[in-house]
């Protein structure tokens, strides 16, 4: 077989695997080392924690590293305490071999250091950091071919994120997490430097500052980036301004067909009356998910359950789905909505928490009698 698919082969297979293959034959004893992917995963650990203890990680993944023949495009970490040092001499090898994908993501109880030699992986396609400390160099020119970032990180306080991303012309999907209680938070102006972006996902709290905020903000981001077509916000630590979401947004966004909203209360007025705008603000949705936050406490109905089918705007939807419900009469507000401006809807998904089986009945009795304006539409409803 040509080495090229030889190669591959190799890398469709786990890690340990691969290398195992060099018992075959003579022939196979070193193919292993034209792998051209590297995933260190959970698996990975686990193996090496059965078969050569728990501390031999770094010894064996610098002797896998430089006994391969070819260019590296995957390196893959995930598990283990990442050491500085050594993730510098790793980062510095993968940028002389070609590196194009690569995900750090650090298990231990504080960010890691990036090294410098990371920021100059020019062929680099897709980046994803967790609990790493972000600082680009000030010689850093860009990476030219980066279509994909995933950042759960530690912004350097003084970090201009603007021109951060303007030297990532390219850039399709940003995804943006953080998890730290000193955070450099993003400005709407800095996204909007993305010209190219496609695919947006963050928590409304990292957004300028915003644990208190309005749609207002939400639709000015989303009339930022003329090319989006999948939008995941979360609402976590996120509070709505009084008044925020009650006005009508006169622009609609056309080219946006997926949609996320994560860790809303839908109990909330204000949240709720977002979740409304934001989907008659987006009339080509095709996808909508919708995940309930799990520990927010049911109220009293907040929104009416009527729905004017006559002056509702009709929604482009084929796929709902909504989890951790709990069969609120706000809830079923919503469902019927956007049942009842759905023509083309295939399914609604519907996962139902803290959830007797008495309530599920009633709940799903509720949803039985609800108009559909797409003669297709299925509701599948679930309890875990």
Known sequence: MPDHVITNILDLLPLQDAVRTSILSKSWRFKWTMLSQLIFDVDFFEYLSKTQGENNHVRIISRILHQLRGSITKFFLDGGMLDANHINRWILFLSRKGIKDLTLINWGPTP?????????????????????????????????????????????????????????????????????EHVKVVQVTEIAKIENLKILSLELCDLDNMSITSSGTIFELVGSLPKLQELHLGFHYCTLREGGAKKTCPTVFPCLKALKLSCICLDNGMKLSCAFELIRSFPNLQILEIARELDDISTSAICSPEVDYNTTTLLHLRSVMFECLKGSENELCLIKYLLACSPFLKKIVIRCSFIGSDEKFMFAKKLLMLHRASPVAEIDLFRF
């Open 112 to 180: 890691l250091n990036l090294p410098t030699h990371l920021f100059f992986c020019v062929e680099l396609k897709h980046l994803k950091l967790s609990n790493c400390y972000f600082n680009p160099p000030p010689t850093f020119h860009g990476f030219p071919n980066l279509l994909s970032l995933e950042l759960c990180v530690d912004f350097e306080e003084n970090i201009q994120l603007s021109e951060f991303f303007a030297r990532c012309a390219l850039l399709e999907n940003l995804t943006i997490d953080n998890l730290f």
